[in-house]
């Protein structure tokens, strides 16, 4: 089960012109990509709840976010796929995963009307057997809900499944779930070092799954 954003696409450019996007139109300081990048990894009503503050566990003004949270999903509706791109070694990578014979799913917490235009346009849509949004079920992660929710679709028991992602979110539900847990070394997780949430393995491109898998 592989997720989307920091593990197989960089989204953080289209996320964020639409944050700054967002911000000139209420009339507020512009954060530029650096910052965003420093955001991204806990869906988008989190990001813009850091942007309007400036901080990570920041909470706005109710009002003020009732305002800015359509704004920016209709401009993320308009950008979702005008300049995120994959990563350097994803397609290597999917296609090794196949060509093993590995069942592939996607879980992600970006919802299903942004993921699925995502993935088409990227080309990879068709690698997955079963895609998993963060509105698809009750509950996503951290929960080890949408990954066990994958393993019954499969039809196999948690301790053979692998998650691939990039975050400390990844990391808790694959723990939480009995999955193994690989973590790229390149992804979203607040400015801090993957390895120190201790997954099974952390690499720098997909093309070194060959190497372990």
């Not at 057997?129 to 992660?141: E, M, N, P, Q, V």
């Not at 080890?144 to 393993?151: K, N, S, V």
């Amino acid at each position: 089960m592989i997720d989307v954003d920091g593990t197989l696409v960089d989204s953080v450019p289209d996320l964020a012109y639409c944050i700054d996007e967002m911000m000139q139109k209420l009339g507020l300081q512009k954060w530029g990509e650096a910052k965003v990048r420093h955001w991204v990894g806990n869906g988008i009503p989190k990001l813009v709840e850091r942007a309007l503050t400036g901080e990570l566990e920041g909470r706005p003004i109710k009002e003020v976010f009732d305002i800015a949270y359509p704004i920016f999903l209709d401009l993320y509706e308009d950008n979702a796929t005008e300049r995120s791109y994959l990563y350097d070694g994803v397609r290597e990578g999917l296609d090794y995963l196949q060509s093993q014979g590995y069942q592939l799913g996607c879980v992600t917490n970006k919802s299903e009307q942004f993921t699925h235009p995502l993935l088409q346009v990227l080309g990879i849509f068709n690698d997955f057997k079963i895609i998993i949004s963060g509105d698809t079920l009750a509950k996503r992660k951290p929960d080890p809900m949408p990954l066990l929710y994958c393993a019954e679709h499969f039809k196999l028991k948690p301790e053979e499944c692998l998650m691939l992602g990039d975050s400390v979110s990844d990391v808790k539900a694959a723990r939480a779930a009995g999955f193994d847990i690989i973590c790229m070394s390149y992804g979203y997780n607040h400015g801090n070092d993957i390895a120190d949430e201790n997954p099974d393995l952390v690499i720098d491109s997909m093309t070194q799954l060959s190497e372990h898998l």
